[in-house]
Every structure is written in C-alpha cells, then in structure tokens.
C-alpha cells in the first residue's frame, strides 16, 4: 500500500467519551434519550491518508489504542479503513469533514459490560469496530497559513458489534460518544 503524498497526509487523535447502552441507530438517530454507564474510554489513534485523488473525499486507516476507566478497567486495540466524505457548502465557515470506518477491535478480557448489556448472547474478546464521525477546523486561508491549520476537534461514536452474530454468537457491543482532538501534518 502506497501513502499518498498529500502536506496533511498524518494524524494524531485523542478522544475520549462515556459508555451508553443505547443501541446505534438511537445514538445516530436520537431516538430515545441517552443513557450513560459510570465507564468512560480514553483513547489515542494515528491514522494515515492512503488515497486522496478527489477534492471530495479521501481513504485513510488508523489505529486506535483505548484505556477503560471506571466500571470496566480492560485495554483495547483497534485498525480500520476510514471513508471520509470532505466537501461540505458551509465549509469556508467551519472546515467539516465525515468519517465512517470499517475494522476490528481487540479487548484484553472480554468487556464487563458489553456482558451485562447482552446476557443472552454475551460479548467475546474480537468485535467488529465502526467509527462514525464529524470533524471541524479552521477553514484555511489562502497565502495566511497558521499553527491552527493542523488541529481539528471531532465527535465519534466508537461502536463494537457482534455483527448480528457474526463474532462467536455475539448480538451486541458497545456503544461510546465521544469528544476528540487531532492534529494532522
């Protein structure tokens, strides 16, 4: 695989944002009010451009190493291949980006309350990890570049799935918000 050779082709991320037992669609869609647990997940991710040919959207992989805090404790590794969507009409206002990333998510135990939330099927080490965000920055100015031309802030939700199945039997995961920072060079 061959980087692209775009000035802003790397990143660094930080994020971090509470369990909720919500299921997906009601985190996307807001159909119910959110529910949080007492775990929170703080994670640092770096990610790489891997195709940037359009001015619309652009292919990257990252990956992602979380710390658990509160009622679960446990460490998770994860990779994935993002999509990231680039153009948006409001854009010399506030610079947004979408992201939707496909990949795997590796626990060290099997999360406590992935467990909890699914005593019919339970939870397994390996899931599948989906990634779904917003990024915003300072929209660049031509001929005035600035410091704060590399940073953006970004919200995630950082999910885990069984896949219906899929993951030894799972039908569930997990769900977090979360709030971040990036820098990119």
Known sequence: MVACQSPKEQAISVYAGPYTDNSLPEEIGLFKPLS??????????????????????????EGNVVQWFGEQDHQQLGGLALFRWMAFPWDHWVDTSFGFGNGLSWATKTPELEEAFHPDTGSTQLLWHIAIEFEFARPRRAGKPSWMDSWATFVRVHHRSGILGTFDGVDGGSNVLALGLRYRW
Do not use: G, H, N
Not at 50 to 58: F, G, H, N, T
């Open 36 to 61: 949080f647990e007492d775990a929170t997940l703080v994670a640092a991710a770096y990610s790489q451009v891997i195709e940037d040919s359009s001015p619309y959207y652009r292919w990257e992989v």
